[in-house]
């Protein structure tokens, strides 16, 4: 792993938590129950201080003077590496919380190696105070799958139907690519055919309970760990870096 | 009225007057109720159509850490919303009834929240002069007469102060910072202060529920006094700033020992009640959509619970 690896590494950390949490928030004002807008507030909470944790980290590491803010307000999207699962448009409930389950069964698997490593302290501390928060927001996303699941017909088949579209941007979690494998060699990242395991039985798990049914692997999406996005990423971050692209001089 | 409910009455203000606590299953006079039911259910309706105006800037915040705040911030309007709520369901209301009264428009909700946040400074100045208000408003009412509302209040009030103080800290950054900044600042400070202003409501004269309220210990000062409160604490922070409050009239009255301040304009206020703000139309539509786009997952999260219900119920009758 070089130093270049171990720093794309983190930012890639950074980029997952951002732009989940960045979509996440948008709930806030608008869920379905008052209760659903605090709890999915929380989690972007959660997940946007994950990201200033590993983007200071990252910061620190590098030799361009970028803090936290200049990661995520000046780069492209080109320079996003997050997986395409997590800036995909919140849609209904269902969706969003399908979205929130298969990423939180990968990021609690991830974190609890992260937390465990030897290879880089920061990062382990950064992953062990985030292996109690991704707990929960695993819990809650599977709680609500199993709800969803098994609660009206309509609630079913729009579950349902939510999962058929979003399990094509799962495969990318264990697709390595070198800098993944470059991480996992040097100890710093989990075997994705290990975390792949792991992932599948505890969403197979969840979807048996709710009575929904696993789809079949296909064709798998992929891109977003080389900076090739979906169309949606673009928009995002067109938003979210409007201000600090506007008045590039201003600090706030 | 009967002799018995004269007498229950007659208690009934000796005991508020003792500044005693009414609780949930003690008497209470039918109008104490409904003015309640309605004050808090309006309470709860703005902590929650509140979170709109200033949730427009949360994806916009200009740095993660003004994001991370923002976020805070809103989600503990939701919180209020949900004391609130508890609160007035305790006087025999139920969330959905009160929800239902307000997306039909039937229940009101603070007007403020019908004008637009346009800018990110508007995030400072909500913050300093719409929360600030807001615990004017609210501090008295930690005492309230009616024990639920008065407690919820206390868990309101000590946030309130914490947003206050964190939108004056973005107005500081603004106000200290680039020329674009501080436009940006005083702007803000141009269109949100007569709103603010009349958050505490008509002039005294034209205060329709204010003298039974107050005897009830919900209301302690009136609407004059807490407006001239705002006013007073405020100009010395605008001063600080160094932004300019938009009123020709403004200026120290040393015999009152108070701040002179020009006339509100009501008949913008009554139209922005009456419906006619630059957002009512938006702020409602948001909750009701918000609500119908949500009613399949309440229907789903009803129908699961009543599965396992029955599920452990089955189970119990075969065990037993
Ligand atoms: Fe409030
Ligand atoms: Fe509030
Ligand atoms: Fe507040």
């Known amino acids: ?32 129950i008052l209760e659903e807008d605090i709890a999915l507030s929380n989690t972007a909470l959660d997940l946007i201080g994950q990201a200033r944790n590993f983007y200071t980290l990252a910061s620190s590491r590098e030799d361009q003077g970028r803090d936290e803010d200049q990661l995520a307000f000046f780069r492209t999207d080109k320079e996003f590496q997050n997986h395409l699962l997590l800036e995909q448009p919140n849609g209904h409930f269902g969706d969003t919380i399908v979205r929130q389950f298969f990423f939180s069964a990968f990021a609690l698997e991830r974190y609890a190696f992260l937390s465990r490593q030897l290879v880089d302290a920061e990062v382990a501390g950064i992953a062990a105070k985030a292996v109690k928060e991704l707990q929960y927001h695993w819990e ?13 017909t309509e609630s079913h088949e729009k579950v349902q139907a939510s999962i058929d579209h979003l399990w094509s941007y799962t495969g990318e979690f264990f697709n390595a690519d070198e800098v993944d494998a470059a991480g996992a060699e040097a100890g710093l990242l989990p075997d994705l055919e290990v975390m792949r395991k792991a992932w599948n039985a505890s969403v197979e798990a ?4 709710a009575t929904l049914t696993r789809p079949e692997d296909g064709w798998m999406q992929r891109g977003g760990k080389q900076g090739i996005h979906s169309e949606h990423l673009s928009y995002m971050l067109a938003e979210m870096q409007v201000l600090p692209r506007t008045y590039p001089d201003a600090t706030w | 009225m009967s002799p018995v409910e004269m007498n229950l009455e007659a208690r009934f203000d000796a005991y508020v007057a003792e500044e005693k606590k009414i609780e949930p299953k003690d008497w209470m006079p039918d109008a104490y109720r409904k003015t309640l039911i309605r004050q808090i259910s309006q309470h709860a309706h703005s902590e929650i159509v509140g979170m709109l105006p200033e949730g427009n800037w949360i994806s916009r915040a200009p740095s993660l850490k003004r994001k991370a705040i923002l976020l805070a911030k809103v989600q503990d309007e939701a919180g209020h919303g949900l004391y609130l709520y508890s609160a007035a369901e305790t006087l025999g209301v139920t969330r959905d009834q009160m929800l239902d009264d307000l997306h039909t428009g039937k229940a009101k ?13 508007d995030m400072g100045a909500v913050g300093w002069l719409v929360d600030g208000a807001a615990i004017m408003n609210q501090v008295p009412l930690c005492k309230c007469s009616y024990g639920p509302y008065a407690r919820a209040m206390v868990r309101v009030c000590k946030e309130e102060s914490f947003h206050q103080r964190q939108g004056f800290q973005v107005m500081l950054n603004l106000a200290q910072g680039t020329p674009e900044q501080k436009a940006m600042a005083q702007d803000a400070l141009n269109r949100w202060w007569w709103p603010s202003l009349m958050m505490f409501g008509p002039n005294d004269a034209d205060s329709p529920h204010s003298a039974q309220s107050m005897k009830w210990n919900i ?36 015999a009152r020992g108070h701040y002179d301040f020009g006339d509100i304009q009501w008949e913008e206020f009554y139209n922005v009640i009456k419906g006619n703000g630059p957002c009512n139309k938006e702020r409602l539509a948001a909750r009701v959509k918000a609500h119908e786009d949500g009613a399949w997952v309440r229907e789903a999260a009803n129908a699961y619970a009543q599965k396992q219900k029955a599920k452990k119920a089955d189970a119990t009758t075969h065990a037993a």
């Not at chain 1, 590494?9 to 980029?15: P, S, T, Y």
């Not at chain 2, 609407?223 to 200026?251: S, Y």
Request: with cysteine; proline share 5%.
């Open chain 1, 1 to 32: 792993m070089t130093e270049g690896q171990h720093l794309q590494i983190i930012l890639r950390l950074g980029d997952d938590a951002l732009v989940l949490g960045q979509r996440l928030s948008a709930w806030c004002g608008h869920g379905p």
């Open chain 1, 140 to 152: 809650h996303a599977a709680q609500w799958i199993v709800r969803l699941g098994d609660g009206t």
């Open chain 1, 206 to 209: 969840c979807l048996a309970q």
């Open chain 2, 109 to 121: 909700y603070s007007s403020i929240f019908n004008y637009p946040t346009l800018t990110w400074a």
């Open chain 2, 219 to 254: 209301k302690r000062f009136s609407n004059d006094e807490l407006r001239q409160r705002f006013v007073d604490m405020t100009v010395p922070q605008a001063e600080l700033l160094g932004l300019t409050i938009p009123d020709p009239d403004l200026k120290w009255n040393e």
